[in-house]
């Protein structure tokens, strides 16, 4: 089964949306298996969004990210991390769908509410970058034959 990391921005946090962001994730049968709070650096957003280094917004999408702590989660499903990354919505959230999780709550490119991993090699990357391995729970989701039909996992 997949796991994938989100991350609730600054943005979230400041505009108290922490609770209806995570219950999109609840609601849609992901299972909970990590989540904390923290305060990120510099040092750590420049490994994380070194694929930003040399845009001319770099320093200011670090800089907002850590303007207040940031919200931490693995969530891990059947697909998850494609699963996710559909709840997104486009990166530009003016244009993000509605009903993705930026089409709905925000308006901006760089405020846009979440990062969520990309791919499954970059989901087990960056959950090693957040997370201890003691930080992720693998307990039992009681509802999950209730979730899934037994030939899809
Ligand atoms: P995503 O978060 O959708 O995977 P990227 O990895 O390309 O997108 O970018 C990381 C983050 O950098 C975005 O979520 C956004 O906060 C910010 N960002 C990307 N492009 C821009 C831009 N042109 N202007 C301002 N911020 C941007």
Do not use: W
């Not at 750590?44 to 070194?50: K, S």
């Not at 999408?61 to 996710?84: F, H, L, N, Q, R």
């Not at 960056?126 to 307990?139: G, H, M, V």
């Amino acid at each position: 089964m997949e796991k994938t990391l989100v991350i609730l921005k600054p943005c979230a946090v400041q505009r108290a949306i922490v609770g209806q962001v995570t219950a999109r994730f609840e609601q849609k049968g992901l299972r909970l298996a990590g989540m904390k709070m923290m305060q990120l650096t510099d040092e750590i957003l420049n490994v994380h969004y070194a694929h930003l280094a040399e845009k001319s917004f770099f320093q200011r999408v670090k800089d907002s990210m850590m303007v207040a702590p940031v919200i931490v989660c693995c969530y891990e499903g059947v697909d998850a991390v494609e699963t996710v990354r559909t709840m997104t919505g486009a990166t530009t959230s003016r244009r993000a769908a509605p009903g993705t999780i930026r089409g709905d709550f925000a308006m901006s490119f760089q405020e846009n509410i979440i990062h969520t991993s990309d791919s499954i090699e970059n989901a087990q990357v960056e959950l090693a970058r957040f997370f201890k391995p003691e930080e992720i729970f693998d307990y039992d989701q009681a509802t999950f034959q209730f979730l899934y039909a037994n030939d899809e996992f």
